[in-house]
C-alpha cells in the first residue's frame, strides 16, 4: 500500500514511513521534524573546527554553499526573503545550508532594525 508524507506529499509505502503525532512521514521529513538544523550549535561548530583543521574550507564547500557565499561576499549584507528570491531557495534549503555555513564560521546573523541580516563571519587577528 502506498500513501503520501504529510509534509511533502513524497509517495511511500506505508510500511516504510515513519509516524509521528498520528501522521505519516517520509524519512527525510521525518529526520526534519525530529532534529532541524540549528544555526546556533556549539558542539557543531567544534565539530567542523575539528574536521576542517589544516583545510581550505572553501574547497569543501558543495555548489550550492560556493553559491551562496559569494552571493554574500557580493552584498555585504542582507535579509533571509532577498537570498531566498534570489538564489531560488526555499526556507528549508537556507535554513540547512546556512547552519552548516554558519558551524564553518563562514557565514554569520545579526539582527538590526528589527530584522535578521547574514552576513561573512567576521574576521578574527
Known sequence: MVTQCARCGKGIEK???YEHREK???ED???DILSPPRACDPW???SAKTFLEGKDKISTLTPQQLKIVNYMKEKNEVTAEEIMGDLNL??????TEFA???H???LGAKKKEGKVFYAMFPERP
Open 15 to 17: 510500511n516504510r514511513g
Open 24 to 26: 505519516v512521514y517520509c
Open 29 to 31: 521529513c521525518y529526520m
Open 44 to 46: 557543531a561548530v567544534h
Open 90 to 95: 526555499s526556507e528549508k534549503e537556507l535554513r
Open 100 to 102: 552548516i555555513l554558519r
Open 104 to 106: 564553518m564560521e563562514i
